[in-house]
T-cell receptor, first 114, second 113 residues
């Protein structure tokens, strides 16, 4: 079936470096995408979202890029900090709303070395 | 604002036993979701409620899983009988409406032995 997947299961970066986490999606009908951060023992926490009519959106230290041509999503974290260590999931909503009925990818574990 | 509350945090049961999880959504949130997150995977939607009605339970294994939200607020998810492959974190999420941002609880970690 259609799914959202991640290219890299683990990513290790040095504190202060920039991090890039990638995601591929296969449902061309999806028009809303979210990145979540999940720390150990906690539920997913919203980081940033983007709609399909945009190709870039910036937040505080985070940027999401959407390439609809190749169905690719990425999350960039600037000046990565130890507190950024977590598993990051991309999720898509193919239901043409911005609700919580989501299809999640596998996740990438980000490890930040001090 | 209080977040989504779930209990218990952890549960260990033997296969073929029954178990129930409880969720209290954010006050005023009409939409409630249950997700299953197997270790190393992303969450997978099990069921979506709007008030006390089921919107989508197409991915709920109905032979053993059931869920209810009788008064349109709290919800319970039950597994009877449990199998080893049901070991996972069960996440509850809620949103004000179906087309607005969902907020997740901390989850209940179930281990079936």
């Amino acid at each position: 079936g259609e799914s959202v997947g991640l290219h890299l299961p683990t990513l290790s970066v040095q504190e202060g470096d920039n991090s890039i986490i990638n995601c591929a999606y296969s449902n061309s009908a999806s028009d809303y995408f979210i990145w979540y951060k999940q720390e150990s023992g906690k539920g997913p926490q919203f980081i940033i979202d983007i709609r399909s009519n945009m190709d870039k959106r910036q937040g505080q230290r985070v940027t999401v890029l959407l390439n609809k041509t190749v169905k690719h999503l990425s999350l960039q974290i600037a000046a990565t900090q130890p507190g950024d260590s977590a598993v990051y999931f991309c999720a898509e909503n193919p239901y043409r709303d911005q609700g919580g009925k989501l299809i999640f990818g596998q996740g990438t574990e980000l490890s930040v070395k001090p | 604002e209080a977040g989504v509350a779930q209990s218990p945090r952890y549960k260990i049961i033997e296969k073929r036993q029954s178990v129930a999880f409880w969720c209290n959504p954010i006050s005023g949130h009409a939409t409630l979701y249950w997700y299953q997150q197997i270790l190393g995977q992303g969450p997978k939607l099990l069921i979506q409620f709007q008030n006390n009605g089921v919107v989508d339970d197409s991915q709920l294994p109905k032979d053993r899983f059931s869920a209810e939200r009788l008064k349109g607020v709290d919800s319970t998810l039950k597994i009877q009988p449990a199998k080893l492959e049901d070991s996972a974190v069960y996440l509850c999420a809620s949103s004000f409406q179906p087309n607005t941002e969902a907020f997740f609880g901390q989850g209940t970690r179930l281990t079936v032995v």
